[in-house]
């Protein structure tokens, strides 16, 4: 990709989607093949504040964390040249939305089993605190159309290993510039 001198640098592809889809597994790979930077939004969180995204809920609240993330992605999407995952509920924030818009958004989909089977009990994850299985579903519910709404393309990834998911996103970018 160039990238003239008025031209901002941005990421190849931003991947979403909630817990469990892949984001980061599928994000490593896509950079590995392309030889380009892996960047994810929570880990930047983490690096920034020095602890978990867990400690961050527990100890200073969403509303903390959900600021956080939001300066951490409009710096990656301003200033990262790779494969881009965000946290999945990075996308709740309006102003995130907004300055998705022109990117290569993948929405990796994943259906309720394939999640939680993913995810396990959750103990790291701060929005799964209580019945996991109903947390996840709910999150599902309530955020794929924001998903959908932000992405350009979507790739399902039940029932895929990560190569499949891979060569899936791959399809779904080089159909999109060919």
Known sequence: MSTGSNEATRPRVV????????????GRRLAERWGVPFRDSDHDVE????RSVSDIF?????AHFRRLEREAVAEA???HDGVL???GGAVTDES??????????VFLRVGLGDAASRVGLGVSRPMLLGNVRGRIKQLIDERTPVYESVAVHVVET???DVDQVVEQVLARLEGSRG
Not at 47 to 50: F, I, Q
Not at 96 to 105: F, I, N, Q, Y
Request: proline share 0%; no cysteine; hydrophobic share 40%.
């Open 15 to 26: 991947l979403v989607g909630t817990m469990g889809a892949g984001k980061t597994t599928v």
């Open 47 to 50: 690096e920034r504040e020095g």
């Open 58 to 62: 527990v100890d200073s609240g969403e």
């Open 77 to 79: 999407l301003s200033g």
């Open 85 to 87: 995952a965000l946290g």
């Open 96 to 105: 995130t939305r907004a300055l998705l818009a022109g990117h290569e958004v």
């Open 158 to 160: 039940d029932g895929l």
